[in-house]
C-alpha cells in the first residue's frame, strides 16, 4: 500500500509546482508521472486545457468538455503487478485519454497519470483498464484507456470513450455570428471472448454479428426484447445482450 503522505512528498505541495530536472522516481507510484512533453513530468495547477497542432486550447473555449467529469472523484489505483494501491482523487481527459490526479479535492497541484495496462483504475463508480492492442485506430492509436460494463469468465464489454476537435470558423457576414470550436464524443464497444477483443456495433441489425456463435438466439433475442441501441441505451441494451450470451 502506497500511504497518502508518499503521495503529499512526491507532489511537494510546500513548493510551487516547477520542473525538477534531477527528479528520479523511487516508487512504482511516481513512475506513473506521464512522459507527455508538454507536461514534461511537471506538477500543474492549471490544466484545463488541451493541445492541439501545437496550440493551447481552453476547455472553456470549445463547445463540449473534454472531460468525462469536470469535477475530480475519490478513486484508487491498483498496480496489477505489485498489488500496491493507492487511494487518490481523479478525472478523466476524454480528448487525450489521460487521468489528473489529485491528493485532495481542495488542492490544486495536479499529476498526469502514465498510460500504461499496469494499473487498473476504480474512479466514481467506474472501471477503467488499459488496452495496448484494440481491433481499430482510434484517434491515429490503436491503444487506449476502456471503461469495463461487464465481465465474466466467459466474456467481458467494454466502451473506448474518445473525441474529434472540430475547430471554429470565422464568418464574414455581419449578419452571422462565428462558430466556436467543439468537441464531438465518440464510443466504440469491444467484447473480450478467450482474451480475443472484437469491436461489437450498437445496432440492432448488426449487434449479434461481432459474437463468433450463437448468433441466431443471440439475433431472436434482440427481436423479443426489442432492443433499440438508441444514444441512451446502448450501454444497457449491449449489457443486455451479453449477459444473455453468458446463458447460452
Known amino acids: 500500500m502506497i500511504s497518502t503522505s508518499s503521495f503529499a512528498q512526491l507532489l511537494n505541495f510546500n513548493e ?49 468538455d473534454m472531460y468525462l467529469s469536470p469535477d475530480f472523484h475519490k478513486a484508487r489505483i491498483i498496480d496489477k503487478v505489485s498489488g500496491e494501491v493507492i487511494n487518490v482523487y481523479l478525472r478523466y481527459r476524454i480528448f487525450d485519454d489521460t487521468f489528473e490526479a489529485r491528493k485532495s479535492t481542495d488542492d490544486e497541484a495536479t499529476l498526469f497519470l502514465e498510460r500504461s495496462n ?31 460494463l461487464s465481465e465474466n469468465e466467459k466474456i467481458s464489454l467494454c466502451k473506448r470513450l474518445s473525441q474529434k476537435y472540430i475547430p471554429g470558423q470565422k464568418t464574414n ?7 466556436k470550436a467543439r468537441l464531438i464524443n465518440k464510443e466504440n464497444y469491444f467484447i473480450n471472448i478467450n482474451n480475443i477483443l472484437i469491436e461489437v456495433e450498437p445496432d440492432k441489425r448488426n449487434a449479434y454479428k461481432a459474437f463468433p456463435n450463437h448468433q441466431k438466439e443471440l439475433k ?29
Open 16 to 64: 510551487a509546482p516547477t520542473p525538477i530536472p534531477m527528479w528520479k522516481p523511487t516508487s512504482e507510484w511516481e513512475k506513473t508521472i506521464s512522459k507527455n512533453d508538454d507536461f514534461n513530468n511537471n506538477v500543474k495547477n492549471n490544466t484545463n486545457y488541451f493541445i492541439r497542432d501545437g496550440k493551447k486550447i481552453r476547455n472553456v473555449d470549445v463547445i463540449g
Open 118 to 148: 499496469q494499473y487498473d483504475i476504480k474512479y466514481n463508480n467506474l472501471h477503467f483498464v488499459f488496452i495496448n492492442k484494440l481491433p481499430v485506430f482510434i484517434n491515429e492509436a490503436n491503444n487506449g484507456y476502456v471503461l469495463v
Open 173 to 179: 457576414s455581419p449578419m452571422e455570428s462565428d462558430k
Open 220 to 248: 431472436q433475442f434482440i427481436k423479443d426484447h426489442k432492443l433499440k441501441f438508441k444514444e441512451s441505451s446502448k450501454d444497457e441494451d449491449l449489457i443486455k445482450l451479453v449477459s444473455y450470451y453468458k446463458k447460452l
